[in-house]
C-alpha cells in the first residue's frame, strides 16, 4: 500500500507563472513531510521541509503548505524557472527522520 | 566538500549472479541509508545504520539483500543470486545523526547505481 501518493505523473508550466505539486498520504503518524528535486542522473537533493505542527513553511521562491485534517500537502514555486524542471518527490517520516517514505514522483517542465 | 560518492554507476549483470554495490559517505556523517527506485516508481527504504547501533533492515526485501557498513564509515550492499525483478536504481544517502523532533536531519544522496539484471 502507498502511503505517499503524488497522483500527477507530470506537470507543465509557464516560466514566471506558478508551479504547485500535490502529494495525499494515509499514515497520521508521520511527523515531517519533505521535497526532494531530482535532475537526470543524479540522487535526489532536499529542498524544503515542514514538521507536523506547521501548516506552512517558506523558502524563498518555495513554500509548503500542510492540510493535517485533509492529509494533503503541496509545493508552490513561484515564479517557476526553467531550471526548476525536475523530478520532485513527495516524502514523509518519522520523529526521528531515518525511514523517508516517498512518493512516485511528479516531472515538472518549465516552458520558457 | 566531496557528497556521497557510489561505485559502480552502471552494473549490468546476469540472474543468478552474486552483485556488490559500494556506497562512500559523507565524512562526519553517522548516519547512513540505502534506497532503491524502481521503474515508475518511488524511492523504497532498503536499511539504515546509525553509529554503533544494529542496523535498521526492515526494509530489506529478501534474505537475498544484507548490506555492512564497515568502520562507521563505508557501505555496502550486496544482493546474492540476483533477479530480474532487482532492476533498478540502488542510491545511497547519509546523514548526521537523527535527533527525534529537533527539527529535519536533511539526508544527502549520491548518484546512484543503476542495476540490470539480464
Known sequence: DQQVKQNSPSLSVQEGRISILNCDYTNSMFDYFLWYKKYPAEGPTFLISISSIKDKNEDGRFTVFLNKSAKHLSLHIVPSQPGDSAVYFCAASDLYGNKLVFGAGTILRVKS | ?118
Do not use: M
Open chain 2, 1 to 118: 566538500g566531496a557528497g556521497v560518492s557510489q561505485s559502480p554507476s552502471n552494473k549490468v549483470t546476469e540472474k543468478g549472479k552474486d552483485v556488490e554495490l559500494r556506497c562512500d559517505p559523507i565524512s562526519g556523517h553517522t548516519a547512513l541509508y540505502w534506497y532503491r527506485q524502481s521503474l515508475g516508481q518511488g524511492l523504497e527504504f532498503l536499511i539504515y545504520f546509525q553509529g554503533n547501533s544494529a542496523p535498521d533492515k526492515s526494509g530489506l526485501p529478501s534474505d537475498r539483500f544484507s548490506a555492512e557498513r564497515t568502520g562507521g564509515s563505508v557501505s555496502t550492499l550486496t544482493i546474492q543470486r540476483t533477479q530480474q525483478e532487482d532492476s533498478a536504481v540502488y542510491l545511497c544517502a547519509s546523514s548526521l545523526a537523527p535527533l527525534a523532533g529537533l527539527s529535519y536531519n536533511e539526508q544527502f544522496f549520491g548518484p546512484g547505481t543503476r542495476l540490470t539484471v539480464l
